[in-house]
């Protein structure tokens, strides 16, 4: 996914704070579905979404985010526990 | 850097959400020399409010030099390290112009500068307890 106005299926990763590019990404991610995320990501282009969500607000929507391509080094970098993954990826 | 929006969600046999997105970028900006007055601006006002932050909160060690930051990365860099409504943050993310973003990013750092440098300025002589030998000045 390099060309801007491109438009694609994405698998997205809601998050309670709002991250931007170029930023350090400090996740843990512990849920199941979130963890096949991950897994399929990596079968697939390494492209997942990075969206705010705020769950509680009544009528709260993904309508922006960012997409990240997981690298080589952010799989070595990933520690990973019973409990999940921690990353502490940056971002390009 | 590539931000999307989300046109659609789409229906899928995952446990996690498939949206479908369209994606967008900064679109190029025609005044450089404006753009560049701006990303300078930004960053001198954002160090001053930083350093304020490093005295009250009593920390040491040398801040990042950010002056050569281009600024698209600058405006989300600082847009990531202010303290703002969700609504506003987002608001900056969704934004396609470098520029305005910055612009509203000095307006919103001109309003609390001189706030931060008080409270630093303030610290500062509390710290000393009436033993740094000068006359306490507060407005």
Known sequence: MDKVGQSRELPLFPLPTILFPGMPMPLHIFEPRYRKLLTDARETDSL??????DASAVDSDMA?????RM??????????????VQTFWQSV | ?????????????????VARINTFEDEDEYDEG???QTTTDVAEMFMRVAKAIRVI?????????????????????????MELESELKIELLEMRSTAERLRRLRDMLKRVISSYEERARLHTLAKGNGHGGKKIEID
């Open chain 1, 48 to 53: 997942f979404g990075l969206s705010y969500f």
């Open chain 1, 64 to 68: 922006a985010g960012w997409a990240y």
């Open chain 1, 71 to 84: 690298r080589r080094r952010d799989y070595r970098s990933a520690k990973y526990y019973q409990t999940g």
């Open chain 2, 1 to 17: 850097m590539i931000r999307y929006r989300v046109e659609s969600y789409v229906e899928s046999n995952e446990p996690y959400l």
């Open chain 2, 34 to 36: 404006t753009l560049t």
């Open chain 2, 57 to 81: 909160n009593d920390e040491r060690g040398n801040l990042p030099d950010i002056s050569d930051v281009e600024p698209q990365k600058l405006s989300f860099l600082v847009a990531a390290a």
